[in-house]
DNA sequence: TTGTATGCGTTATCAA
DNA sequence: TTGATAACGCATACAA
């Protein structure tokens, strides 16, 4: 690996000359510069970036942390569309795989942060928390991609304009028995959200509500088809939106082995567009996470953060209307 | 952020001695060392790894690159092997989405070498082959995670095995008439090796070979489904090896609209475990890639190229036995 | 057992 | 328009 010091012997120029040649500050004389830029290129001269970093004291790295195991093909669009932006603005992102949570977080933390990155993007996991108060005190700028319950910077979606486009959709189709498959006492904040947008939307519509309850949220697919299998014919809804991608699933295959017909008898929706709806039989409409804007606008805020911007007033966070994917479920 | 030279102000020390104490090289009075070690801690000291991998020329960064919009829930089980083979190693893995591989390879490739990394990893990509002609030219390790057709050090499945171990299967489940449902005239080199794979067995075992042919490689499912659909239901196979999941997936549900059983009528095995068979009505036995062994078997290759140990006569590529995954169609 | 001095490749200050 | 020189944080040869 030749340096700016090969460059500058066989010019017979100094360091600091190369230097303004190759980055393009300061006077170089014209033939000077040709001639220093033709060597470096001969040389396949590269700048090193450890260097760099070391003399900058930046390292225009980001550290895109995600706990191992995640759902892959939910998260990497996400991935793509934030290191697309990066890369536009100058920045390289390196994805640390986050494995033993419990036992090795600090040091994990620690690899990172010896790393010099110049910001931190998250999945959510476990400890998001821990972590997040360590990168407070390092003052070293985060945004978190997506769903967390934690008061943290995030960029995620607008679950209630999501329940609210998808019974809309319901209403325009002209379905008036609209019942919602999912736990009916939700303990986790995302179901009651999800919940109250449903019983709220159906208030206002004045129409009345139906829950199909899934009590655990646990192996949805299975407890959705015994009920598609066990529920009476005779009040079924002609819509269902569904908690889950894998509920909706499977409440349509406990009901399609009765003869119900999708979406002639019920039309249904889910929740999270995962892989399986694509294949299914009818293809599932779903509700899907905006992933393209979720990653571009979280690199904005985080870059927005590492150029120290002062915090707009509503916070940093941001809430992103979802994606309607309507497929042949409805 | 604090470095080796507060430490030492504080302990009235000297660079060196805080240097041995933290890094357990030399010897330092064992109180001294205790407080250098305590004063340390009280920093929240952090080793600089730009510093360091100036320094010793060594950065344990191992480049890993990946095309965009790769299949990610298929290669995502493979990174994270190989990634903590490489963390228990000591090196950092970091991930490289390739975007624009007609227009920007070469300016990619810059990147990810003044990065000074310590050795690459590859997910197939078109031009593979100049980017690994480049890294030779460097000198830097490679190592290719999966298949690739081309002449290049790489870490994939043993496809003939993976037909073999189904077909065996099929025969142990007493069926006769196994078909091979994919193209009769393969372009593709792996497309070859499975057609043979399956017609050199059947000859072996004296099995009269039925291919279902599927002409073009694109948009699989449905044609699949259109043959089954149509097909003679007096010739029937009773076995049916599909060239991939997704024609195995449409092939049964063009069948199962016309009233045939799976697994009873017929026991069907798709090849990719793509996650649409995780959830298909029956869940579809597939021939999967050994991911996990994919993943530590090509790190280890890659540590030992780093490390300078001399190629195997045999090369360094190797071809693992694929994971026969059973599920509920056979 | 500890300290001094040098260099890795870059950027930046200052003087020429 | 150009060039010494110092500094970033660390590792190491060598001296004490």
Redesign the interface.
């Known amino acids: 690996?030749s340096s700016l010091k090969d460059i500058a012997a066989i010019t017979g120029t100094s360091v600091r000359t190369v230097s303004r040649a190759l980055n393009d500050n300061g006077y170089v004389k014209a033939a000077l510069k040709i001639e220093i830029l033709k060597v470096a290129k001969d040389l396949d001269y590269?700048?090193?970036?450890?260097?760099q970093?070391?003399r900058t004291k930046k390292?225009f790295l980001i550290e895109l942390v995600c706990p191992?195991?995640a759902d892959?093909?939910r998260n990497?669009p996400k991935?793509?569309a934030f290191?697309?932006k990066m890369?536009e603005e100058g920045y390289?992102?390196?994805?640390f795989?986050l494995?033993d949570i419990e036992n090795s977080l600090s040091k994990d933390m620690?690899?990172i942060?010896?790393?010099?990155p110049s910001g931190i993007a998250l999945f959510h996991f476990s400890k998001i928390d821990l972590m997040v108060k360590k990168l407070n005190d390092c003052n070293l700028p985060y945004i978190t991609l997506g769903h967390t319950e934690k008061k943290i910077d995030k960029v995620g979606m607008d679950r209630k304009k999501g329940i609210q486009s998808a019974l809309k959709h319901f209403q325009d189709k002209g379905r008036k028995r609209i019942a919602y498959l999912g736990n009916e006492k939700p303990k986790h904040y995302y179901g009651k959200v999800r919940l109250n947008a449903y019983l709220s939307y159906m208030k206002k519509a004045k129409l009345k509500p139906l829950i199909l309850n899934i009590p655990t949220t646990k192996d949805n697919?299975n407890i959705a088809r015994t009920i598609g299998k066990k529920v009476s014919l005779k009040t079924l809804p002609d819509g269902v939106l569904a908690y889950s991608d894998?509920a909706a699933?499977g409440f349509m295959?406990g009901l399609q082995s009765r003869g119900v017909k999708f979406p002639e008898d019920i039309s249904i929706i889910g929740f999270n567009a995962?892989?399986?709806g694509?294949?299914?039989?009818p293809p599932l409409s779903t509700i899907a996470h905006p992933n393209e804007a979720i990653g571009t606008i979280s690199a904005e805020i985080l870059l927005a953060k590492i150029k120290g911007q002062k915090e707009p007033k509503a916070g940093w966070s941001r809430e992103l209307p979802p994606v309607l994917l309507l497929r042949e479920s409805t």
């Open positions: 690996m590269r700048i090193n970036l450890m260097a970093s070391l390292s191992i195991g892959y093909a990497m991935v793509e290191e697309e890369r390289r992102v390196s994805l795989l494995r620690d690899v942060l010896c790393q010099n697919f894998s699933l295959q995962s892989q399986a694509e294949v299914s039989n």
